[in-house]
């Protein structure tokens, strides 16, 4: 159970700087090998391992903001409109637009990015994150938590893991698509 954790600790930290899908998937998986209960205490690890990342990026935007955004724009599905997007989000919008991207597809990233270049503080940017990821990774943990279990016993242990990944494929073809990557 340890290197799940690990594992979602990792990922959440990693999406929030340049790794590109979205942690749901480890805390979907803590969810439906393990319940609600721990697919909760993913979502709260993940929430504070993002905020991580998202500090880590706000420096490397402070410091490099060029060279920060070359790679962010580099990565599937994102794009100087987006990026652009995200960032008149956060002017106009603060943590209820980051709270708005985490439940529309736009990455975390972007905001973290705009946040450190439009010079808003680094300790509202961290209390901000917490506040924007929560409320998306609780909302997949319960889900996964309730359904998860469920679905394993109805349909078996490789059946379920086998549409689980088909799923997760299915959707970031379409996404990647949708977003013109």
Not at 42 to 54: D, E, Q, R
Not at 131 to 145: C, E, Q
Not at 151 to 169: M, Q, S, Y
């Amino acid at each position: 159970m340890g290197a799940l954790f690990a594992l979602v600790a990792i990922w959440a930290l990693a999406e929030a700087v340049l790794f590109f899908v979205v942690a749901d998937v480890p805390i979907m998986i803590l969810g439906a090998r393990f319940g609600r209960y721990r697919a909760l205490q993913a979502a709260a690890l993940a929430t504070v391992f993002a905020g991580i990342g998202g500090v880590v990026t706000y420096l490397w935007a402070e410091s490099d903001p060029q060279g920060s955004l070359a790679a962010m724009l580099a990565l599937p599905g994102i794009d100087r409109e987006l990026y652009e997007a995200a960032a008149e989000q956060w002017r106009s919008e603060g943590v209820m637009g980051m709270t708005k991207g985490s439940f529309s597809g736009v990455p975390y990233k972007l905001y973290a990015h705009a946040a450190a270049v439009k010079g808003s503080s680094l300790a509202f940017f961290a209390a901000a994150s917490i506040s924007a990821r929560l409320p998306r990774f609780l909302a997949v943990a319960m889900v996964a938590g309730a359904a998860g279990p469920l679905l394993r016993a109805k349909l078996g242990e490789r059946i379920f893991w086998a549409v689980f990944a088909l799923c997760w494929t299915v959707f970031y073809v379409w996404y990647w698509n949708a977003m013109g990557a």
